[in-house]
Nanobody
Framework: QVQVVESGGGLVQPGGSLRLSCAAS????????MGWYRQAPEKQRELVAA???????NYADSVKGRFTISRDNAKKTVYLQMNSLRPDDTAVYYC???????????WGQGTQVTVSS
């Protein structure tokens, strides 16, 4: 399993940018598909971006064209570049393999992103 530490969140104005980082500890990290999820207050956690072990990417419609997921296997890190941020992007962002459920044992602490003027 992949243990992670997310970082890079903060307060940003609408239209601004942030880059999130997810540092992982798995020995065979390069073989894992990874994803970024987010959970807004009183909403379910949702997968917004995913990257395969081979580098293929997928995005939720709500972030397509604005967010970019990437990975550096040598650093065992996954990134989420977020541009043109909107208030409805406000959430706690987590990284984990795609397809895991809410009771996944290795969720990190997440990183808070707040988009507000």
């Amino acid at each position: 399993q992949v243990q992670v530490v997310e970082s890079g969140g903060g307060l940003v104005q609408p239209g601004g940018s942030l880059r999130l980082s997810c540092a992982a500890s798995a020995i065979f990290f390069s073989s894992y598909n990874m994803g970024w999820y987010r959970q807004a207050p009183e909403k379910q956690r949702e997968l917004v971006a995913a990257i395969s072990s081979g580098g293929s990417t997928n995005y939720a419609d709500s972030v397509k064209g604005r967010f970019t997921i990437s990975r550096d296997n040598a650093k065992k890190t996954v990134y989420l570049q977020m541009n043109s941020l909107r208030p409805d992007d406000t959430a706690v962002y987590y990284c984990a393999p795609p397809g895991v459920t809410a009771d996944y044992a290795y969720w990190g602490q997440g990183t808070q992103v707040t988009v507000s003027s």
